[in-house]
């Protein structure tokens, strides 16, 4: 099945320092590629949705300046968490589409564990 | 907007025994449904889905979920568990006018030997 890669799987930093994540559709073009965020326990939280060459559109709440996503091109979307706080601490799951979500042609990166001390 | 609830965050289950995770959703359009599965340090899988026609929908792994919409549930079902099953399930919706999917809590199902 279809591929999608997430790097690094986890990652530890200081507070106030930044952080990125990259999403890769390793072979396939995503159309678009999605963001979750994952508390312990909860559910899968969406934060922003990015189609290659546009700007990414955040959900409700969601900082677009403390989470920079670039999506440059098919097949590679970037999260970067800035200035990171404690509070950032957190799974973050990236996920891309091959045409409608609605299809069900869906598919996850294994997640990046964020920890920001 | 859409949502679904998940009933109970852990089951436990013994091996050979039925499974059954509960979905409960909310949408004021017609939903698509998903039950999606996640193994440990690995990302999520799709396991069945629903969109239109039949309400009963087979999945991987002996799977099978139903579509209730009068009492707007897609319960996860399995007639005899495996050790292999333990995992974390999430149901999700969207529909035809999103294009966007909204997960559930989460499940995590334990199979007692």
């Known amino acids: 099945g279809a591929v999608v890669s997430q790097h690094p799987s986890r990652v530890i930093c200081k507070s106030g320092t930044s952080v990125k994540i990259e999403c890769r559709s390793l072979?396939?073009?995503?159309?678009?590629m999605f963001w979750y965020r994952q508390f312990p326990k909860q559910s899968l939280m969406l934060m922003a949705t990015?189609?290659?060459?546009?700007?990414?559109?955040?959900e409700q709440g969601v900082e677009k300046d403390k989470f920079l996503i670039n999506h440059a091109s098919l097949t590679l979307s970037t999260l970067t968490v800035t200035s990171a706080h404690p509070e950032d601490s957190s799974f973050y799951i990236c996920?891309?589409?091959?045409?409608?979500?609605?299809?069900?042609?869906?598919?996850f990166g294994e997640g990046s564990r964020l920890t920001v001390l | 907007a859409q949502s679904v609830t998940q009933l109970g965050s852990h089951v436990s289950v013994s091996e050979g025994a039925l499974v059954l995770l509960r979905c409960n959703y909310s949408?004021?359009?017609?939903?698509?449904l998903f039950w999606y599965v996640q193994y440990p340090n690995q990302g999520l899988q799709l396991l069945l889905k629903?969109?239109?026609?039949?309400?009963l929908v087979k999945g991987i792994n002996g799977f099978e979920a139903e579509f209730k919409k009068s009492e707007t549930s897609f319960h996860l079902t399995k007639p005899s568990a495996h050790m292999s099953d333990a995992a974390e399930y999430f149901c999700?919706?969207?529909?035809?006018?999103?294009?966007?999917?909204?997960f559930g809590a989460g499940t995590r199902l334990t199979v007692k030997p």
């Open positions: 629903y969109t239109t026609g039949a309400t």
């Open positions: 999700a919706v969207t529909s035809s006018e999103n294009n966007d999917m909204r």
């Open positions: 996920s891309a589409a091959v045409g409608l979500v609605h299809t069900g042609e869906l598919f």
């Open positions: 072979d396939f073009q995503a159309t678009t």
């Open positions: 990015s189609n290659e060459g546009s700007k990414a559109t955040y």
């Open positions: 949408s004021s359009v017609p939903p698509y």
